[in-house]
């Protein structure tokens, strides 16, 4: 469970971007559907029960909807306090001894 929650991903630490005074800028509908299209499907779902096949499964009025939230939030500067919590879940596998935890269990988020 520790090396879970403390894994950083890997990463050459070139990073290339012009210094942006001001406001963000608004995403895009067409930057949305991109992402949206991307998005792993069979995923568990988080807090809310959400998952990419719903919102996906919505069309242009799902993606507007997330277009809208996503815009408000840069606009406010702020991420609400829903999306900064999250449950980690260790599930047994059904086989081995160890059912606290360790090598034999998935880790759901």
Same mark, same amino acid.
């Given at each position: ?7 950083? =991903? ?11 005074? #001001? ?22 779902? #988080? ?11 919505? #069309?242009?009025? &799902? ?7 996503? =815009? &408000? ?28 935890? #360790?090598? =034999?269990?998935? =880790?759901?988020?």
């Amino acid at each position: 469970m520790e090396k879970l929650t403390n894994e950083e =991903n890997e990463w050459d630490h070139k990073i290339s971007a012009d210094v942006k005074e #001001g406001p963000a800028d608004c995403i895009r509908m067409a930057e949305m559907r991109a992402v949206l299209k991307k998005t792993k499907r069979h995923k568990a779902p #988080g807090l809310l029960w959400l998952v990419a096949e719903m919102i996906q499964a919505t #069309g242009d009025i &799902g993606t507007q909807w997330i277009l809208d939230l996503c =815009n &408000g939030i840069l606009k406010e500067g702020s991420i609400p306090e829903d999306w900064k919590s999250s449950v980690v879940l260790p599930i047994y596998k059904g086989k081995g001894v160890d059912r606290t935890g #360790g090598s =034999n269990c998935w =880790n759901m988020l």
